[in-house]
């Protein structure tokens, strides 16, 4: 416990005073469980109630939580849905939420959270895609980085990078193997992990359910090899909630700690695993060092928790940051004019669908609200009931901010829950504006089967925008949704799951006090048959009798073929031609922008030296506007790599008329650590710069022409 000593000696000092079952209690999250306890699973190994030894006198209470959006308990702050947070593209904003939600675990006796969550977007339909960050490994790992770094700057609380990896849908999770080429593996899934450990330091890694390449990901030597060794991760792996399934090869493979209760990081099973030789003390005493120094030199044992958890933890500060989320986070996909409204005394606005309200609607056999769109928490599948119904109290409803703010200008707003088409648009027709929200609900357990919107949203959209030549839909979803009815409507502004101050800031946006800037982190494909996992192998992955149904009683392994190989998200939508109905990157504000005068130095180089994109935006509307200028780079052919990929991005913020040379630079460090301009080469067994000319585009979204190039020699 002596603070002037490093965190690698108070670590080592700690174990050489612990007897092996001491140690042992290292490997596991839980330390004790009672015996008394009766919620096991039944027929799962060692269910036998495990009582380990308490924990060595004056080390601290370890408390783990989730997760990415908020901390999941009562009295927080509900922040917005991750992909909200990646729209803002601003990752002093992701830095900052991970300070407000660590102040608030720690607040709440929590010292650990099990956040960001990483995930690459190769099907939209995946349950977890707004946990997590899009389609791009460089914005997941630098968003990652920045959330982890936030999460851990206090030095009270860890974070914990999930779920590594290639954990692409919920559908099987637990008996599906992710079939993935080496090259993809490296320039794709685990990249982001490379790059948020570089970024971030944080310090633990939760490994997967799945398997990769039919071996389980929490027993397979990728974690040592890849995790470890290569991109040098110096914390500690942890397991998902029962994704371990031996003693031995997971332990010796690189899993250093069993989340939740002890199944296999027993001390019956371990002492045993140690006597017959199959496992070591050396792996014991790796293992046992890397949680404890992690503990250590995240400040675990020198801040310990407050004796009582706050009631409220939330702070005026942190819903702040949740609103300017929620703002900054919002993509404004399309406008012909209608926005920002300009209401008028004595004008109606007309307000339809279940989540612009907190009453709630029942749909099918569920309640709707502004409250179930308000984060994660309640984001649970459609079908079953929300696992932790954890009301999002303090949401402030798109209803009662847009009332207030259109009462500023002697406007009425009502609000119809949209259940009867026929009188929405009756009512729709009598409106000066009309606004309807669409939701997706969707979340960890399930896959969407589609990708439209629920509650018959569609309908509801179609029957209004044909009473009321001024429709704007607002979309509240986790992922992307097709649109059959966009050439009717106005405006579209998607809000993702806005967290609690959603309303304030739809409000703000659709008025104008705030201007939008968010990007799209995903593509929205026209159709779910353009996506690139759009083979039965591909998604949902098949059994050995070819169908994608599991066979009843079977617990064969689903096999899911990663075929599209890199070619996910912009990288395939380019590579095929194929028009998305809005690109990865793509947003609009109230204003325009130009951009020219687009160069490169060096204009040769050998890969490894700084390189400055520079070039010229110009305002040139009549409103203040932030656009965020993304660069992105296509390889010579010789490199075999799908479409462009995304090397940065700045924010610039314009008057109207103004112009700035805003200057990109990929800094030799970054390019090294973030192989930005390398390609995984299977033969040679590494990253390697292809020799030849290198297309860069910059612009407003991926679909930005190339405007000039260099060349590697
Ligand atoms: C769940 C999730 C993981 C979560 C963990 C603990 O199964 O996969 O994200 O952190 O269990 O709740």
């Given at each position: 416990m002596d603070a002037s000593k490093s965190a690698d000696a108070r670590a080592e000092a700690l174990l050489e005073a612990s007897t092996q079952h001491q140690k042992y209690r290292w490997l596991v999250e839980q330390p004790a469980v009672s015996p008394t306890r009766t919620d096991w699973q039944p027929g799962r190994p060692g269910e036998a109630p495990v009582v380990y030894p308490?924990?060595?006198?004056c080390t601290p209470t370890i408390v783990y939580t989730d997760g990415p959006e908020a901390v999941r308990a009562p009295g927080v702050t509900d922040f917005p849905a991750q992909i909200a947070l990646a729209s803002t593209w601003n990752l002093e904003l992701a830095y900052e939420k991970g300070v407000a939600q660590a102040d608030e675990s720690f607040a709440k006796r929590r010292n650990v959270i099990l956040a960001p969550g990483i995930g690459n977007g190769r099907t939209p339909l995946a349950g977890r895609t707004p946990e997590y960050f899009g389609e791009d490994p460089l914005v997941n790992g630098l968003f990652a980085g920045a959330h982890a770094e936030g999460i851990e700057a206090d030095g009270k609380v860890l974070s914990d990078l999930k779920h590594y990896l290639a954990n692409e849908q919920e559908l099987d999770r637990q008996t599906s193997s992710s079939n993935i080429s080496e090259r993809a593996l490296r320039e794709l899934y685990s990249l982001p992990y490379e790059i948020a450990v570089d970024e971030g330091s944080p310090e633990s890694v939760m490994c997967a359910f799945n398997q990769v390449n039919g071996v389980y990901i929490c027993e397979s030597p990728i974690m040592q090899s890849l995790l470890k060794d290569d991109h040098g991760f110096d914390g500690f792996i942890m397991s998902d909630f029962g994704s371990v399934h031996s003693t031995t090869a997971s332990l010796m493979n690189g899993l250093d700690q069993e989340l939740n209760r002890p199944i296999w990081f027993t001390p019956e099973k371990l002492d045993a695993a140690l006597a017959a030789g199959e496992i070591t003390q050396e792996r014991i005493d790796e293992a046992a060092f890397r949680v404890v120094r992690s503990y250590i030199r995240g400040g675990l044992f020198d801040n310990p928790l407050p004796a009582e958890a706050a009631v409220e933890a939330s702070t005026p500060a942190h819903e702040a940051t949740a609103k300017r989320i929620a703002e900054d986070g919002s993509v404004l996909l399309k406008n012909d004019g209608v926005l920002p409204l300009e209401a008028e005394a004595g004008q109606t606005i007309a307000l339809f669908g279940p989540t612009a309200s907190t009453t709630p609607t029942t749909v099918g056999s569920f309640p709707v609200s502004a409250v179930s769109v308000?984060?994660?928490?309640?984001?649970?599948?459609?079908?079953?009931?929300?696992?932790?119904?954890?009301?999002?109290?303090?949401v402030v409803s798109a209803e009662t901010a847009i009332t207030a703010r259109a009462a500023e200008d002697g406007a009425s707003v009502t609000w119809n829950n949209g259940q009867d088409i026929a009188a929405a648009a009756a009512q729709a027709a009598e409106a000066d504006i009309a606004i309807v929200f669409g939701y997706q609900r969707m979340g960890e357990f399930s896959d969407l089967t589609d990708l439209r919107l629920q509650g018959n949203g569609d309908a509801l959209i179609t029957a209004v925008q044909a009473a009321n030549p001024n429709t704007v839909v607002v979309l509240q979803t986790g992922s992307a949704v097709e649109m059959p009815w966009l050439d009717g409507v106005e405006a579209v502004l998607e809000n993702w799951y806005g967290g609690e101050q959603q309303g304030p800031a739809i409000a703000s946006l659709l008025f104008g006090d705030v201007a939008p800037s968010g990007k799209l982190p995903m593509t929205f494909p026209k159709s779910l048959a353009d996506t690139p996992t759009n083979t039965p192998e591909q998604y949902p992955g098949v059994f050995s009798d070819g169908s994608t149904t599991r066979p009843a009683g079977s617990n064969e392994i689903r096999q899911v073929e990663y075929s599209e190989d890199l070619a996910i998200g912009y990288k395939w939508y380019q590579e095929e031609g194929i028009e998305p109905l809005f690109a990865f990157g793509h947003g609009l504000t109230y204003t325009t922008f130009a951009y020219d005068r687009v160069q490169v130095t060096p204009k040769s180089t050998n890969g490894a030296k700084e390189i400055r994109i520079q070039f010229k935006v110009t305002n040139t509307g009549d409103r203040t506007g932030t656009e965020i200028a993304q660069a992105y780079v296509t390889l010579p052919d010789s490199a075999d790599a799908p479409g462009s990929r995304l090397v940065g991005w700045e924010s610039v913020t314009l008057e109207p008329g103004e112009h700035r040379n805003v200057t990109i630079t990929l800094s030799a460090d970054e390019l090294a650590e973030q192989h930005l301009l390398e390609h995984w080469d299977e033969g040679a067994d590494d990253w390697v710069s292809a020799k030849g000319t290198y297309g860069v585009a910059v612009g407003g979204s991926s679909e930005a022409p190339i405007a000039t190039q260099f060349t590697i020699k």
């Open positions: 308490v924990q060595v006198e308000c984060s994660l928490t309640l984001q649970r599948n459609p079908t079953a009931a929300p696992r932790n119904t954890l009301p999002c109290e303090d």
